[in-house]
């Protein structure tokens, strides 16, 4: 059962103390009466409503008369079977798929209608009461972890539709609710797709919040290149439309570009409630190809080199020799042990013949191996299933373990001496740590591996990741490519950015949010 | 030498849908319902195609039996590569009365007309799970039936095809012409792209009625009700072990 390995490690942590968590962890864990706490709580904290809100978190809800007046108010607007401070529910939704511990909020809600959104928001701004928008539950930074408790919003369950699918104009508008591959499903019929492919079949708003991308961004781009346009719901309950009310052109001078403000901001600017996308026609002939190389530096020059000649690549995955070993045991293939690039082309027969060809030769000059190369569905398939099972697959290489996976993005050039000092870095530290990379965009992952009841592990997989953080932004790149900041990396957004950067990001929070509401504890600090 | 081959399709509704049975307990909501071609004829279309692509068959023709709507299914397999299509006209008051025995019957009529080597079907269709098409079709025939086909070759004496059966694998060997029907495994259907979406709008599609074929469509089968199945019903806490025992006690589950 998901949350059970939290609830059960948390119980083990439980001490009596003041500190707001860890008496709600207690409670949920079983351990303390919630009379005796609420007592306490209300003696030491006092709940009220302040325009300064108490660091405390809104506890015991059903136990504590503001706590049952927020629930009515909040059934008011969506329903009673649409309101649950459930043990199991709240657990769920502070915990994403990361390795990091997630804290629950104390409620949650689900709207049906960004109306009811809207209404939610008041509600919270009116009582000072963090607000956390909730998609998928698929991210791995810990972006929808309720650090001070508060109403989780999730827009997914209720909001799931397809709004409008524009065949003509390559694009669709979608709620909270729809993710990547129910869209896929819906145009597929249409000769349409949407490229934008995290690992996980996330939420596409959510994919607009965090700013995601996938394998296929080299050619088609990541989610900052395919959304159009926004609805947002702000914490003062103000609805927006970032590109303009309805609109869906191409392009457009109108104005500050509030979409792209919007996008990558993590939940913490407003509540994406629809978003407007763009389509793309399914390639006329696709091929895949698989070789390998005997070093990471061969492969990537491989692609370095790819780039260079201008072939349009749909598809460039590096996998390195720990991840080959590691997809060959899970999926029980028998690829040799070295590292990998995993290709994919796009075009029509005689452009994906002649972009092979090219790809092929480059390799070979590069010391590349034996270039298998596949153009049925199922060959295809087959040979992207090895490639989008590598988390699982990692997971699989020590049973038990959970994974720190790392998300630097540099500049081409300098992806092989960055991906060789990671490698050797991770040696050192004795840890196990595939890689998988879309090395088209110098975007890499390393999934470095920790035992969850070892946190010296968790340390030094801690200091490899932030050691090729600092790496990647002194080589011109970025500390996150596309999995976000949320928690985790706000300390390395402040090197990447300096004191003035981040206070203007500050600044605009300050603007959007003044009471400092929206998935708090991300991306940046407060001061 | 090469065949000519004609692939049945279903517009049903799409397996995605939340299926609601109608307010007079005769069927399910259709309208406003999303459809989509029955995923088994998808399968069918693709190995239709790979045979063409490997130069065994130099025309697929596509049959879909239904309303107006079921153009938008024979246009999808055409844009599927398939060469030109047959819509057998059936009025939407009729459908719910229309029923494999109909289908077979046309199926049989145009293979003879159009004389071709293979008839294709999906192994059942997802709304009635029915999987009589097939086999009724060979039989009005007299034709050799591959259902359930996982893997299709040509030999020189006709077709030898797996078939996945509850034991496992069998292999047969038929002569030719035969009627086939496609399994999950048999191939992995290709997206249709926009530049064939546009080719296929020029591609023929020739209109007819099943008395064109004089086929009888009186149905044989009444639907006399269906019906949701049973809601699940709640399950009971217990606060101990003693409690858990006392329930299963009263329950008769237990006799300690």
Known sequence: MRGLPQLLSRAKRVRVGFSASEPVLAIQAGILQPDKFTQKFVQIRGLKSSKVRSQAPLTAVDNTDSGKQLKQELEAIVGPGNVSSGESVVLQHGQDEGPHQGKSPDIVVFPSSTEEVSEICKICTKHNIPIIPYGTGTGLEGGISAVDGGVCVNVSKNMNKILQIHQEDFSAVVQPGISREMLNQEVRADGLWFPVDPGADASVCGMCATGASGTNAVRYGTMKENCLNLEVVLADGRIIHTAGIGSRPKKSSAGYNLTSLFLGSEGTLGIITSATVCLHAIPESVAAAVVGFPTVQNAVDTVVMTLQCSVPMARMELLDEVQMKACNEYSGLSYPETPHLFLEFHGSESEVESQTETVRDIAADNDGGEFQWAVQQEDRTKLWTARHRAYYADIALRPGCRSLTTDVCVPVSALPDLVTATKADIAEHGLVGPMVGHVGDGNFHTMLLFDPADPEEFRKCKEVANKMARSAIALGGTCTGEHGVGQGKMVLLEEQFGKDGIDVMRQIKGALDPQQLMNPGKVFSRN | ?256
């Open chain 2, 1 to 256: 030498m090469a065949l000519k081959v004609l692939v049945g399709c279903k517009r049903v509704i799409d397996y995605a849908v939340k299926i609601r049975i109608k307010p007079d307990k005769l069927g399910v909501v259709t309208e406003g319902v999303k459809h989509s071609m029955n995923p088994f004829d998808e399968i069918a279309v693709e190995e239709a195609m790979r045979m063409k692509e490997a130069k065994l068959v130099n025309e697929i023709i596509v049959v879909s039996c239904g309303p107006a709507q079921a153009m938008e299914t024979i246009r999808t397999a055409l844009a599927m590569g398939a060469d030109r299509g047959i819509h057998v006209e059936i009025p939407l008051d009729q459908m719910d009365t229309f029923q494999p025995i109909h289908v077979s019957k046309v199926l049989a009529k145009l293979a003879e007309q159009e004389k071709v080597d293979i008839v294709m079907l999906g192994k059942l269709a997802i709304d009635d799970d029915s999987n009589q098409t097939a086999q009724m079709t060979a039989s009005l025939l007299n034709w050799p039936q591959g259902v359930f086909a996982s893997k299709i070759d040509k030999t020189d004496a006709g077709l030898e095809i797996i078939r996945e059966v509850d034991g496992g694998l069998e292999t047969i060997r038929t002569t030719l012409p035969a009627v086939l029907s496609a399994d999950l495994r048999l191939n992995e259907p290709r997206y249709a792209t926009l530049p064939n979406i546009m080719k296929a709008k020029k591609k023929k599609v020739v209109k007819m009625k099943p008395a064109d074929l004089g086929v009888d469509m009186a149905p044989r089968i009444q639907v006399v009700s269906v019906e949701d199945p049973p809601v699940r019903e709640a399950g009971q806490t217990v606060s101990d072990v003693d409690d858990l025992v006392a329930k299963l006690k009263d329950k008769g589950f237990s006799s300690a």
